[in-house]
């Protein structure tokens, strides 16, 4: 049976929300194994000028935690 953990991010780019949630997929890949899924809580934007800045992405990450390893028998 599989342990999942999940861990809340937020990140952000300036060109759209689906750049947003990509880049923090890709992010998020490079230091942890077994990603499995994603939910985005939220999204949002900063605003510069009278136009959007960036946009904003907070989500959850799930992933599977490591099994422990098998003891080896004496």
């Known amino acids: 049976m599989a342990i999942m ?3 809340q991010i937020m990140s952000e780019s300036s060109v759209s ?3 947003a949630i ?4 890709t992010r998020f890949s490079k230091t942890v194994r077994g990603l499995a899924s994603c939910h ?3 999204m949002s934007t900063t605003i510069k000028n009278g136009k959007i800045d960036k946009y ?3 989500m959850q990450m799930t ?3 490591d099994a422990e390893p098998k003891k080896k028998k004496k």
């Open 22 to 25: 990509q880049t923090a997929v």
């Open 63 to 65: 992933f599977e935690v």
């Open 56 to 58: 904003r992405v907070n």
């Open 17 to 19: 929300f689906e750049d």
């Open 40 to 42: 985005v809580n939220s």
């Open 5 to 7: 953990k999940s861990e």
